[in-house]
T-cell receptor, first 112, second 112 residues
Framework: DGGITQSPKYLFRKEGQNVTLSCEQN?????MYWYRQDPGQGLRLIYY???????QKGDIAEGYSVSREKKESFPLTVTSAQKNPTAFYLC???????????FGPGTRLTVL | GQQVMQIPQYQHVQEGEDFTTYCNSS?????IQWYKQRPGGHPVFLIQ?????EVKKQKRLTFQFGEAKKNSSLHITATQTTDVGTYFC????????????FGEGTQLTVNP
């Protein structure tokens, strides 16, 4: 089945540690996105990539980093510089510019 | 910057009642998309509207795109408990290629 996978589903980390969230897609989509969602809130864009080896900051990129070395993969690192990292992180991809976005199941990160 | 506002933020209905959520953009949109996120789940694409004044139906759901392409609505007739979730609208950011800006969503609860 084609789709987007994110792992792990739940992640716990101690304050001050960097953590990398995985996002893989086998939809052959060019564009990929990372969103953050806080309880009862909408989706805020962290980073996005329209093509391999290129990515742009979204609205809340501070404290996060990404890479796009392969078309299928767009990992997100939450660094210790992110002041409030506990949130639900969603990865998405899209085939066409401004087309529908397909979301992965998300990773719930809790920093203790 | 470009903003998409959604109202109401919360809506509680009795099963069988109708429900409407409204989406307003600060700028003209080339298209608008609607997503549904079930509690604990990830957003799932529902529909995309492109034409001015467009109306589309999916069973009990009716989507409208305003004549000026700055507003949209989602109406659910005779809600069911399966309609529970948060409904988001999203519009493309014209200057950024494939970015979407999401409304904050309307959280619908349905009492049986």
């Amino acid at each position: 089945d084609g789709g987007i996978t994110q792992s792990p589903k739940y992640l716990f980390r101690k304050e001050g540690q960097n953590v990398t969230l995985s996002c893989e897609q086998n939809l052959n989509h060019d564009a990929m996105y990372w969103y953050r969602q806080d309880p009862g809130q909408g989706l805020r864009l962290i980073y996005y990539s329209q093509i391999v080896n290129d990515f742009q900051k979204g609205d809340i990129a501070e404290g996060y980093s990404v890479s796009r070395e392969k078309k299928e993969s767009f990992p997100l690192t939450v660094t210790s510089a992110q002041k409030n990292p506990t949130a639900f992180y969603l990865c998405a991809s899209t085939r066409a510019t401004m087309g529908e976005q397909f979301f992965g199941p998300g990773t719930r990160l809790t920093v203790l | 910057g470009q903003q998409v506002m959604q109202i109401p933020q919360y809506q509680h209905v009795q099963e069988g009642e109708d429900f409407t959520t409204y989406c307003n953009s600060s700028t003209t949109l080339s298209n608008i998309q609607w997503y549904k996120q079930r509690p604990g789940g990830h957003p799932v694409f529902l529909i995309q509207l492109v034409k001015s004044g467009e109306v589309k139906k999916q069973k009990r759901l009716t989507f409208q795109f305003g004549e000026a392409k700055k507003n949209s609505s989602l109406h659910i007739t005779a809600t069911q408990t399966t309609d529970v979730g948060t409904y988001f609208c999203a519009g493309p950011i014209e200057t950024s290629g494939s970015r979407l800006t999401f409304g904050e969503g309307t959280q619908l609860t349905v009492n049986p």
